[in-house]
């Protein structure tokens, strides 16, 4: 099993903009179809970007499409979350999280994922 390890979280003006990273530990993550998840203190986990290992279709939260851009690069076995135009709603606490690429369901809500990374914070300041 994949252990995701998220970094490149931090504090950021609004306007301005973060690349947030997940790598893999144990496994790589060329197998796995990832995705991003993101938790606000007092709110629940919500969905934000997830890309499919098979086909490479994206998915997108409507609260960040246009401004985030998720994204692979196989050959240092890493996935990128591009945050650009951020807000301050866009404080929260960012998961990375793993599914087989056996599955074909949806991947825009929490259950199907199988591990997830300890989270990297983002703050956005007004």
């Known amino acids: 099993q994949v252990q995701p390890v998220e970094s490149g979280g931090g504090l950021v003006q609004a306007g301005g903009s973060l690349r947030l990273s997940c790598a893999g530990s144990?496994?790589?993550?060329?197998?796995?179809?990832m995705g991003w998840f993101r938790q606000a203190p007092g709110k629940e986990r919500e969905f934000v970007a997830a890309?499919?290992?098979?086909?490479?279709?994206?998915y997108y939260a409507d609260s960040v499409k246009g401004r985030f851009t998720i994204s692979r690069d196989d050959a240092y076995d890493t996935v990128f979350l591009q945050m650009n135009n951020l807000k301050p709603e866009d404080t929260a606490v960012y998961y990375c999280?793993?599914?087989?690429?056996?599955?074909?369901?949806?991947?825009?809500?929490?259950?199907?994922?199988?591990?997830w990374g300890p989270g990297t914070q983002v703050t956005v300041s007004s």
């Open positions: 144990g496994r790589t993550l060329s197998m796995y179809s």
């Open positions: 890309i499919r290992r098979t086909g490479g279709n994206t």
């Open positions: 999280a793993a599914k087989s690429m056996y599955y074909n369901g949806a991947l825009d809500f929490a259950n199907p994922y199988d591990s």
